[in-house]
């Protein structure tokens, strides 16, 4: 253990495997007491009368380290209220929550089922905001007494919510919500010492295998060092950020930002709008390709 993040407080959701488990047990071993949070579903979000958390409990208390579990499901409202007060309860505060949870439904936009829209979107999107609005009550509520915590916050977006991939229009749109979600927090948590920022992983899970060739695809714990030092407090300089993680490659994404434009000082005209739009397309940068295209 290296002593990052001695005293620190965490909760990683969706821990039980992959990339959440990976962020677990390296939380832990840099001195992190550890909530390891997984509902225990299928790929695909369907129970399965698993307790993988328990598992990752287990091996972080036999390395020397601290550790309980839970099973919340992160996008009930009053349940992740539950995980958020159970870490408190259990340790005496809370210092970084790192949102991981969840599943996809790969379809065709055109053969994507409203159940599965609302799934997918539930768990990823829903289930960042859920546990982020009861961690940050309790922050500005710890700040507002004085106790201000350098509290951190990490959650996971995706290449698919950034650039967009085929096959996958449901994960994508949730995906880039929690990059839009994280820019907002982060400046209305600041004030409270409260960092936000959200990693993009790559790397050879459950939710990879299958949709395509994943032999030369990174490690999950390959991207768990980014999250463990996003936790410390040597941190906190950093917010309002999405890296994204390819094993040893990491790349600060840009994201949306004003480009070329043109203001005529009056109301356009329709047929004036082609030909100036097509030359501002013409000075802007290429976008970067949908993955899958």
């Not at 905001?129 to 990490?154: D, M, N, S, T």
């Not at 501002?280 to 295209?293: C, F």
Request: hydrophobic share 45%; net charge negative; glycine share 12%.
């Amino acid at each position: 253990m290296t002593g990052l993040l001695d005293g620190r407080v965490a909760i990683v959701t969706g821990a039980g495997r992959g990339i959440g488990r990976a962020h677990a047990l390296e939380l832990a071993r840099h001195g992190a007491a550890v909530l390891v949070n997984d509902y225990g579903v299928s790929l695909a979000g369907e129970g399965t009368g698993e307790s993988p958390a328990d598992e990752v409990v287990a091996e972080i208390r036999a390395a020397g380290g601290r550790a309980a579990a839970n099973g919340a499901d992160v996008a009930d409202f009053e349940q992740a209220a539950a995980m958020v007060q159970q870490a408190i309860e259990e340790w005496g505060g809370l210092d970084v929550l790192v949102n991981n949870a969840g599943f996809v439904r790969d379809r065709m936009l055109v053969n994507t089922s409203e159940e599965e829209w609302d799934a997918v979107v539930r768990v990823h999107l829903k289930g960042h905001f859920a546990p982020l609005r009861h961690a940050g009550a309790y922050w500005r509520a710890e700040a507002k007494a004085g106790r201000q915590r350098a509290a951190r916050v990490v959650n996971t977006s995706s290449g698919a919510g950034l650039q967009g991939s085929v096959g996958q229009a449901t994960y994508s749109a949730a995906k880039a919500g929690i990059a839009g979600l994280t820019l907002v927090a982060a400046q209305e948590l600041g004030r409270y010492g409260v960092t936000v920022n959200a990693i993009a992983p790559v790397a050879r899970t459950r939710m990879t295998e299958g949709a395509f060739d994943t032999s030369q695809m990174a490690l999950p714990e390959d991207n768990s060092p980014v999250v463990a030092w996003l936790a410390s407090e040597e941190a906190g300089d950093v917010t309002g950020r999405v890296i994204e993680i390819d094993g040893g490659k990491v790349t600060v994404e840009n994201g949306w930002s004003h480009g070329p434009a043109r203001d005529l000082g009056r109301r356009w005209e329709a047929a004036e709008v082609g030909p100036a739009l097509r030359d501002l397309l013409a000075e802007a940068p290429t976008p970067e390709p949908v993955y899958g295209a």
